[in-house]
C-alpha cells in the first residue's frame, strides 16, 4: 500500500475527475501545441528566407533564347564568321585523351570520361549510335560536374541532325553582330522574314529579363523578410494569446475546484492543515494536470506542428500570388521555397514546453491555491 | 489546577446580521479537567456549535478567553492556530467528512502528515487506532464502501490521530440509526474510560449525552447553571442505564440485568 503524501493526494484527486481533467488537459494541450509549434514555425521561415537569399545569390543567368520550330535557310544580310564563333565555341576544351573534334569532322565524336568509363570504350573505338557508327576522338572531363557529371557526347551537328531524323533542323541559334549598332535592325529583319517561325531575343533583351528578374528576385526576398517579421510579430501575439488561455484556463478550472472542494478544504483546516500546506495542494494540482497536458501538447506538436503553423502563420512562400518574369525558372524557384517550410520543434523547444506547462500550472493556480487557504475552516465547514 | 486542559473565561461570540447583532454566547465559563466526558446540549441555535468552534480553534470569540494548556488562543495568531488544531485538537463532524478519495486507513493517517511521524510509525499508528475502532479488516475501503458506523469509527480514529489533549464530537451521532448510535456513544465512552480521552460532545439527544460524565446545558448562548452527572462513572466503574446498578467499564453487557452497554 503505498504511503500517502500531498503529491499522492494531489494525483488522486486530479485522477477522480476523469472527463474535467480530460477535457482541461485536451484545451491546454492545444494552447502548448501552438506554443511548440509557433517558434518551430519561425525557425522553418527563416530557413526558407535564408534559403531564398542564398538562391538568389547563386542564381544562374538564365538562358533566355529566340528558337526555331522549323528548318531555317540562309538569312540575308547575315554572315558567318568562324573565328569569331571559334571564341564562342561550345565544344569541350578540357581533353584528357585523344584529339579535339574539327569542324566538318564527320563520323567522329568527343565523349566525356564517366561515359567512356560507363561504356569501357576509349580513344579510337567504335561506338553505334541511333544505327550509325562513330569512331570516338578524343575523351574530355566534364568541367566542374566530376563522376556524376552529365554523360554526353559531341558530333558533328549534321550528324547529329542526321541520326535523330532532324535533317536541316536547329533548335538554337546564337547569331552575334559585328556593330552593335545593327542589332536592333537584324533582329527585326529576321523577325520579318520568320515570323511565324522565329523568335528573336536580343542581347539586350536578355539583360532587361535579367535585370527584370534580379528585380523580381530582389522584390521576393524583400517580400520574405518583410513576411518573415510579420510573421515574428503573429507569432509573439500568438503566444502571449496561447499563454494567456492555457493561464485562465488552469485559472477558471482551479477556481472551480476549489469551491467545489471548500468544505474538504474546511475539513483539512480544522485537521491541522495549515494555509501553506492547503495551498501547496492546490498548486500542485494544478501543475500536475498541466504537466499532463503538457505530454498532451507536445504530442500534438509533434504530430501538427507543420499544420498549426501552417494555420496560424502568415504564409512564407513569396510566390503565392503569380509573379512577372521567366516562368520555368520562378516555379522551380517558389516550389522549393514553399517545400522547405515545414515545421519541426526541437527537442529543446519540446522541453522547454513541458517548463512552460510546469510554470503556467503554477501561475493559474496561484490564485485559487491561495484563496483555498485563506478560507475559514469554520465557513468551509458549513458550506454543502 | 494541575488537571485543567481546557478553560473559558468569559466567553462572548457576537455576529452581525446586517445591522442586527445576534450574541450567540454569553458569559461561557467552562472548564474541562483531563479525562472528562462532556456532553453539552441544548436547542438549536443554542450556541452549541459556535462554542465547540471556539474550544476547537476554528473561531476566535468577540471576547473572552480560551486557555488550551496553559495558552490562551484567542491570542495566538491565525497562522500557528492550525498547530493547536493538529496537536491539542480532535474534531468528529457529524456527517464523518472523510475525504472520499482516501480509504480508511490513508484518512487516518492525513491529520499526522506532515509531522515528526515517520511514514511507517503514522502507518502503525493508523493500524492501532483502527484496530481499536476494530475495523482492522477495513483499513483498505474507501468511505462509500463502508457503512454509516464504520465511517464514523474511522472520523474518530483519525481525531485521535496525533493523541489530542481533547476531543470535540459535534453530533457525532445525528446522522446515525439508533443502534449504530449506542454503538458510538459506548465507543466513545470507551474511549474516555479505558485511555483517559478527554472528550466534549455537543448533541441534540438527551440519552445521547446521558451517557457522558458530566452533562451541561447551554441556552441562547450561555450556559446554564444546572449541570448533571451523566450515567457513567470515570474511571473504572460504570452505572448500568438498564438497573442502575454500578458494573466495571470493561463489561460488554451488564452482569445484572443483561443489558447491552
Redesign the interface.
Known amino acids: ?1 503505498e ?4 503529491l499522492t ?1 494531489a494525483l ?2 486530479v485522477s ?1 475527475r476523469k472527463i474535467r481533467v480530460l477535457l482541461v488537459v485536451i484545451a491546454l494541450g492545444f494552447s502548448l501545441a501552438i506554443m511548440i509549434s509557433i517558434p518551430a514555425g519561425i525557425v522553418a521561415n527563416q530557413e526558407a528566407t535564408q534559403n531564398l537569399s542564398e538562391n538568389y545569390e547563386t542564381m544562374d543567368t538564365p538562358r533566355g533564347s529566340f528558337t526555331i520550330s522549323r528548318p531555317l535557310y540562309e538569312i540575308t544580310g547575315v554572315c558567318l564568321n568562324s573565328s569569331f564563333i571559334d571564341s564562342y565555341s561550345i565544344l569541350p576544351t578540357n581533353i584528357t585523351a585523344g584529339a579535339p573534334l574539327y569542324e566538318g569532322d564527320s563520323g567522329r565524336l568527343l565523349m566525356s570520361s564517366n561515359l567512356s568509363d560507363y561504356f569501357g570504350v576509349g580513344v579510337g573505338d567504335k561506338v553505334e549510335i541511333y544505327g550509325e557508327y562513330f569512331s570516338v576522338v578524343g575523351i574530355y572531363e566534364p568541367a566542374g560536374q566530376g563522376s556524376s557529371g552529365t554523360r554526353e557526347v559531341y558530333m558533328n551537328i549534321s550528324d547529329a541532325q542526321i541520326i535523330t531524323g532532324n535533317a536541316g533542323n536547329f533548335s538554337r541559334l546564337d547569331i552575334y553582330a559585328e556593330d552593335v549598332s545593327n542589332v536592333d535592325g537584324i533582329a527585326e529583319v529576321i523577325e520579318a522574314a520568320y515570323s511565324d517561325e522565329l523568335y528573336v531575343t536580343t542581347y539586350e533583351d536578355r539583360l532587361e529579363s535579367l535585370n527584370n528578374m534580379q528585380e523580381m528576385c530582389q522584390t521576393t526576398l524583400e517580400n520574405a523578410e518583410s513576411t518573415l517579421g510579420q510573421t515574428q510579430a503573429t507569432a509573439f501575439q500568438e503566444i502571449v494569446i496561447a499563454i494567456g488561455a492555457t493561464s485562465l484556463i488552469v485559472l477558471f478550472t482551479m477556481l472551480y475546484t476549489v469551491r467545489e472542494r471548500t ?2 478544504i474546511g ?9 501553506l ?1 492547503v495551498m501547496s495542494q492546490f498548486m500542485i494540482e494544478g501543475i500536475l494536470m498541466s504537466l499532463m497536458a503538457g505530454a498532451v501538447g507536445i504530442v500534438i506538436g509533434i504530430v501538427g506542428a507543420p499544420m498549426i503553423s501552417m494555420l496560424l502563420l502568415p504564409s512564407v512562400n513569396p510566390f503565392s500570388t503569380p509573379q512577372r518574369g521567366f516562368p520555368g525558372q520562378t516555379e522551380n524557384f517558389g516550389t522549393t521555397l514553399s517545400q522547405s517550410v515545414t515545421a519541426t520543434p526541437d527537442p529543446q523547444t519540446l522541453l522547454l514546453a513541458f517548463g512552460v506547462a510546469a510554470l503556467l500550472g503554477a501561475l493559474g493556480s496561484l490564485y485559487p491555491a491561495w484563496r483555498a487557504s485563506r478560507t ?3 465557513e468551509a ?1 458549513r458550506y454543502e | 489546577m494541575s488537571n485543567l486542559v481546557l478553560k473559558t473565561e468569559k466567553l462572548h461570540k457576537v455576529y452581525k446580521l446586517g445591522t442586527r447583532k445576534v450574541h450567540a454566547l454569553s458569559e461561557v465559563d467552562l472548564q474541562v479537567r483531563k479525562g472528562d466526558f462532556i456532553s453539552i446540549m441544548g436547542p438549536s441555535g443554542s450556541g452549541k456549535t459556535t462554542l465547540l ?1 471556539m474550544l ?1 480553534c ?2 476566535k470569540p468577540t471576547q473572552g478567553k480560551v486557555i488550551l494548556d496553559d495558552v490562551d488562543v484567542t491570542k495566538v495568531h491565525e ?1 500557528d492556530l ?2 493547536f ?3 491539542k ?1 480532535g ?1 468528529v ?1 457529524q456527517t464523518f ?1 472523510l ?4 480509504n480508511a ?2 484518512n487516518v ?3 499526522m ?2 509531522t515528526e511521524k515517520s ?1 511507517d510509525k ?2 502503525k499508528r493508523a493500524q492501532e487506532l483502527l484496530e481499536i475502532m476494530g475495523l482492522s479488516k477495513r483499513e ?1 475501503h474507501r468511505p462509500q464502501r463502508l457503512s454509516a458506523g464504520e465511517q464514523q469509527r474511522v472520523a474518530i480514529a ?2 485521535l490521530a ?1 493523541n489530542p489533549t481533547i476531543l470535540l464530537a459535534d453530533e457525532p451521532t445525528g446522522n446515525l440509526d439508533v443502534q449504530t448510535m449506542y454503538e458510538i456513544v459506548r465507543l466513545l465512552s470507551k474511549l474516555n474510560i479505558n485511555h483517559g480521552t478527554t472528550i466534549i460532545m455537543v448533541t441534540h439527544d438527551s440519552q445521547v449525552a446521558s451517557r457522558a460524565g458530566r452533562m451541561l446545558f447551554l441556552n441562547d448562548g450561555r450556559l446554564l447553571k444546572r449541570e448533571r452527572k451523566g450515567m457513567h462513572l470515570m474511571k473504572g466503574e460504570l452505572t448500568c442505564p438498564g438497573c442502575r446498578k454500578k458494573i466495571q467499564s470493561n463489561h460488554k453487557f451488564c452482569p445484572h440485568c443483561g443489558k447491552e452497554l
Open positions: 500500500m504511503h500517502l503524501g500531498v493526494r488522486r484527486n477522480r468544505k474538504e475539513i483539512l483546516k480544522a485537521i491541522g492543515f495549515s494555509n500546506n475559514s475552516p469554520m465547514l | 468552534n476547537g476554528l473561531d497562522k492550525c498547530k488544531r493538529k496537536y485538537i474534531f463532524f467528512n475525504m472520499p478519495y482516501l486507513i490513508e493517517e492525513l491529520p502528515e506532515g511514514k503514522r502507518r483498505d483519525r481525531a496525533n
